[in-house]
T-cell receptor, first 112, second 113 residues
């Protein structure tokens, strides 16, 4: 089983719908992250959390919100999805030294 | 400012060496990283180098760091078809304690048999 699990792996939705992407991890790491990957743009950080009570905005947090329900769970929500949020979303975790990130397999979201 | 630049594509023949280059702008970066993304998968850390080092070797991988020019390279010796992937350069300050790695756009390596 994967150490970092993302659900759903693929989702197609319509403009204006609320979407939640979920991430769970079995690595016991305190730190969790949500990244977005777009072709030719690399990875951009949306939100990150250093523990259950700590949530921080990343580079591109507008239009997104997160919830850290437990040490092992970190979910990303799009309250009202728009087409330019079509992308591949990755959850990642790290121990206190954040240089080594452990990524999930990604959630591909298409907003029509 | 913070920016990491890489060329987008590299094509080599199996058995040749591959060299993937990266430039960064933040001279205070303490660690620099190379991540690999295979098709349909998330990124995996390949190797990293601390900013007070010039070179790091790990089996077929050699990382060279030129701090003066803010240039990082990854050399893969005896490149195999299994090395075909996207390679991301990334930088951080304070070992990433601030929680944010800055990634380049990725270099897609294609290995021809």
């Amino acid at each position: 089983d994967a150490d970092v699990t993302q659900t759903p792996r693929n989702r197609i939705t319509k403009t204006g719908k609320r979407i939640m992407l979920e991430c769970s991890q079995t690595k016991g790491h305190d730190r969790m992250y949500w990244y977005r990957q777009d072709p030719g743009l690399g990875l951009r950080l949306i939100y990150y959390s250093f523990d259950v009570k700590d949530i921080n905005k990343g580079e591109i947090s507008d239009g997104y919100s997160v919830s850290r329900q437990a040490q092992a769970k970190f979910s990303l929500s799009l309250e009202s999805a728009i087409p330019n949020q079509t992308a591949l979303y990755f959850c990642a975790t790290s121990a206190r030294w954040a240089g080594e990130l452990f990524f999930g397999e990604g959630s591909r979201l298409t907003v029509l | 400012g913070e920016d990491v630049e890489q060329s987008l594509f590299l094509s080599v023949r199996e058995g040749d060496s591959s060299v993937i280059n990266c430039t960064y702008t933040d001279s205070s970066s303490t660690y620099l990283y190379w991540y690999k993304q295979e098709p349909g998968a998330g990124l995996q850390l390949l190797t990293y180098i601390f900013s007070n080092m010039d070179m790091k070797q790990d089996q077929r991988l050699t990382v060279l760091l030129n701090k003066k020019d803010k240039h990082l390279s990854l050399r893969i010796a005896d490149t195999q078809t299994g090395d075909s992937a996207i390679y991301f350069c990334a930088e951080s300050k304070d070992g990433g304690s601030q929680g944010n790695l800055i990634f380049g756009k990725g270099t897609k390596l294609s290995v021809k048999p």
